[in-house]
């Protein structure tokens, strides 16, 4: 009968061991490392902001992506960088972040002057660069043609490009009539003079 009692009490305590384990078990489970707290996209805006007014432009653009990663949904970041490669005169990077800042707003007129300013500066240097190597002709002509027709009606002009003012020269100044007087002597009437002066 002590070998039935003793069997049932190691049962038992296999049984406890196995609880122990399991309890020490869960308390050594991994703990996840604390979550650092999302900067506020003000902050973000304002550390890119320094960057920029210090002069440290490129320093500033990696700012505001990392901002504009942390805050997809936000134009601002989008809008600094086109601001940024615009006066840069980068237009082909200012056009490219500003059509990111009207995915996010279709109506921002900052970003849609960006885009516009842009092309045509892009334009014209292009323009320029075929003028100047004598290859604009055919189709490219005439689309630049239809492009300054769409620029005019636009913008309400005749002429986009008013031509240079010439200078007139005053006008010479009036000679009077050489007459013949009375003793063979010439002389010199003033056209300002009244005309009815040779009546009296």
């Given at each position: 009968?002590?070998?039935?009692?003793?069997?049932?009490?190691?049962?038992?305590?296999?049984?406890?061991?196995?609880?122990?384990?399991?309890?020490?078990?869960?308390?050594?489970?991994?703990?996840a490392p604390p979550v650092a707290a999302k900067p506020s996209l003000q902050?973000?805006?304002a550390q890119a902001g320094t960057a920029s007014s210090t002069g440290q432009?490129?320093?500033?653009?990696?700012?505001?992506?990392?901002?504009?990663?942390?805050?997809?949904?936000?134009?601002?970041?989008?809008?600094?960088?086109?601001?940024?490669?615009?006066?840069?005169?980068?237009?082909?990077?200012?056009?490219?972040?500003?059509?990111?800042?009207?995915?996010?707003?279709?109506?921002?007129?900052?970003?849609?002057?960006?885009?516009?300013?842009?092309?045509?500066?892009?334009?014209?240097?292009?323009?320029?660069?075929?003028?100047?190597?004598?290859?604009?002709?055919?189709?490219?002509?005439?689309?630049?043609?239809?492009?300054?027709k769409l620029l005019r009606e636009s913008l309400g002009e005749t002429v986009?490009?008013?031509?240079?003012?010439?200078?007139?020269?005053?006008?010479?100044?009036?000679?009077?009539?050489?007459?013949?007087?009375?003793?063979?002597?010439?002389?010199?009437?003033?056209?300002?003079?009244?005309?009815?002066?040779?009546?009296?």
């Amino acid at each position: 009968m002590t070998t039935v009692l003793s069997f049932g009490r190691a049962s038992q305590l296999a049984a406890a061991l196995v609880s122990v384990v399991a309890l020490s078990a869960c308390n050594t489970a991994p703990v996840a490392p604390p979550v650092a707290a999302k900067p506020s996209l003000q902050s973000m805006l304002a550390q890119a902001g320094t960057a920029s007014s210090t002069g440290q432009k490129e320093q500033a653009v990696k700012l505001w992506k990392q901002a504009a990663e942390v805050y997809p949904a936000d134009k601002s970041p989008w809008l600094s960088i086109a601001q940024t490669r615009y006066e840069a005169g980068q237009y082909g990077d200012a056009i490219i972040n500003a059509q990111e800042v009207l995915v996010r707003d279709p109506n921002d007129t900052l970003a849609n002057s960006i885009i516009a300013i842009s092309g045509l500066r892009l334009s014209t240097r292009s323009l320029a660069d075929l003028s100047r190597q004598n290859n604009l002709s055919g189709s490219i002509r005439t689309e630049s043609q239809d492009l300054a027709k769409l620029l005019r009606e636009s913008l309400g002009e005749t002429v986009l490009v008013p031509p240079a003012a010439t200078v007139q020269p005053p006008p010479p100044p009036a000679r009077g009539k050489v007459t013949a007087k009375k003793g063979g002597k010439a002389k010199q009437e003033d056209s300002s003079a009244n005309p009815f002066d040779a009546l009296k």
